[in-house]
Structures are given as C-alpha cells and as structure tokens.
C-alpha cells in the first residue's frame, strides 16, 4: 500500500511489542498511553483504528468525536463492555477482541486467588511484614472435598473447572449457554442459579458484564448462598453489587473474597471492600502474565489488520 493509503492505528493501552511491530508493518502507529478523556477525543479523529485494553472507555462520546474515520476497535482482551456496542454499529465501526489468548492466565488467577482465599495467604503475609506470627489466626479451610460453584462456563470457567477437579474438588456450574455433555467430559455438572448458590462452598465467576448479568449477585443472591461461603471475582466488578457483598460478609454469609476487578478502576479510596480484612484484592492481574500479554498482542493485531482489509467480521 502506498503511504498514503496506510491507516494510522491508536495503541491506547500497553500491548506487547511483536503486536505493536505487526501493526506496523500495515500502518503508522501512534502508541500513547494513559491519555485523558480530553486527549483521547482530540485524537481520536486522526486514527482509523484504536487498540485499548480495560482502562480506555470507548463511549458513543468518542465515536461522535471520530467524525466517522474511526472504522475499527480493537479490544486487547475478552470482555468489551468498556465499549458502547450501539455506537459502534451506529457509526459502522467494527469491534474485535481478542477472544483466547489470556483464557489460561485468567483461570490461573482465579485459582491463585481460590487457594489465596482458603488460606489467608495474603492476611497472614501482611500481619508477618508487620512483625506479627499469628499462626492460630489464620486456620484456614481446606479445598478438596468442598464444591466449587463456577458462574459462567465459558472459555476461563471450564479451564477453572479443570484444575479445581484437580485439586480435588467437586464442581458445579450455572451457564444458561453451556452444553451439559461438554462439562460433564470435564466432571461438572451444570445446575440452575438457584442451585449452585445453595450447593456452592466456593464460587468462582466468569460471566462478562452484560445488562443481564450486572447486579447478578445481590442480597437475594447472597442469600440463597451457604453460611461461610467464599468467592472470587476474576470477571467484571459489576456483576455483584458492592453493598449486598460488605452486608454478606457483615453477616458472616460470606466469609470471605477475592476480587480482581470492580466496577470502578481504580476502586475509589473509600471503596467499602478494599481495606477490609475478609477481603483480598488484586488490581485486575487476571490477563496479566508476560506470556499472555505476548499472545493477546498478537491475536488483536491480527484481528485488527483483517479488520481494516475488511476481511472480517467481528470475533466478539
Ligand atoms: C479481559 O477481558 O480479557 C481482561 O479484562 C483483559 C485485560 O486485563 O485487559
């Protein structure tokens, strides 16, 4: 293509290097990162495509702003809700993601933050920085044996699955989309909502962020949960309601948590779950790993390339 016909892409997040470099072979590669809402809107009608990953908010804003070049979004990551879908297709803009690379990586963190959880690894690290052996207060609850509930048995839910069985676990699922033939290949039985909020010692989500799924764990759903469960958030923060959780854990519904992601990110200081100590939380590391990170680069530019050959349609 000659220089003039070459698109010019926005990495607005950090991306690996060999998917920044594939990206350059086909255009002219403005990588900024961290841009305020100002500057993202400035710039944003000067690029044909932009790469984001969860921090960049791709409002019906933005592509009013793009004036109509804005042709491809591409998500470095599964879950495009930072996106404002309607918009996109109002303004003929094509949306891609990068659907597989960080499954592993995210059911990794989801079983590093279940273990976490059992064990009040991360209490009882913080209570020995702060010179304190308290080794009769963190008696924590062992694995095998307890039944995992896992929201959402998509791609991240049934590598999740796959290792608790290996931990020795009993696992059930709730998805209203998975075949019962494909988790029982893998030892999971598939039961309704109601029915893994009651069987559930443990619960692990992986459902994305959707107007059906937001708000999905509340005071009803806490409710029909065992005394003492515990559960971990690799997902989306909006899927439980923050104040149903603080009022489960105060009641000793819940005994604990684990959370990754939160509705706002970063939580706001006087976010009510963060400093508690039956918490834990994690800055959204589930797709953080070098290696995934390598792979995501690589699946989004690809899907962003043949996005702008207009040789595809979108993977989300
Ligand atoms: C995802 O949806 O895949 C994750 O949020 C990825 C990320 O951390 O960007």
Redesign the pocket.
């Known amino acids: 293509a000659s220089e003039a016909a070459k698109p010019t892409i926005l990495v607005a997040e950090k991306l690996g290097a060999g998917g920044v470099d594939m990206l350059k072979e086909v255009g002219t590669v403005d990588c900024s990162y961290d841009l305020s809402k100002e500057d993202l809107l400035a710039k944003i009608s000067l690029v044909d495509a932009i790469v984001i ?2 921090a960049t908010k791709v409002t019906r804003e933005v592509f009013e702003a793009s004036k109509g070049r804005l042709k491809v979004v591409g998500r ?4 495009i809700d930072n996106v404002d879908l309607a918009a996109a297709s109002e303004v003929g803009c094509l949306v891609v993601n990068a659907p597989t690379a ?1 499954t592993v990586a ?1 059911a990794e963190h989801g079983i590093a933050l279940l273990c976490a959880l059992a064990r009040n690894v991360a209490q009882a690290d913080s209570a020995m920085k702060a010179g304190r052996w308290e080794r009769s207060k963190w008696v924590g609850v062992s694995m095998v044996g307890k039944t995992l509930a896992i929201m959402g048995f998509g791609k991240v839910g049934s590598e999740v699955a796959r290792r608790a069985r290996g931990l020795g676990m009993t696992v059930v699922a709730y998805d209203p989309y998975a075949s019962a033939e494909k988790a029982a290949a893998l030892g999971v039985t598939i039961v309704s909502f109601d029915e893994a909020l009651s069987r559930g010692d443990f619960f692990s989500l992986h459902m994305p962020l959707t107007p059906n799924t937001k708000g999905m764990f509340n005071d009803e759903a806490f409710g029909k949960m065992k005394k003492g469960a515990r559960i971990v958030n690799v997902a989306r923060g909006g899927v439980i309601d923050d104040d149903s959780l603080v009022r489960a854990l105060d009641s000793g519904v819940v005994a604990g948590a684990a959370l990754d992601v939160f509705e706002i990110e970063p939580p706001a200081a006087d976010n009510p779950l963060v400093g508690r100590p039956d918490v834990i939380c994690t800055p ?1 590391l ?3 790993t070098k290696e995934a990170q390598e792979e995501v680069a690589y699946e989004i530019a690809e899907a962003v390339i043949s996005a702008l050959n207009g040789e595809l349609t979108p993977s989300c």
């Open positions: 990953r969860s470095a990551g599964v879950g960080n995210a959204h589930g797709a953080s």
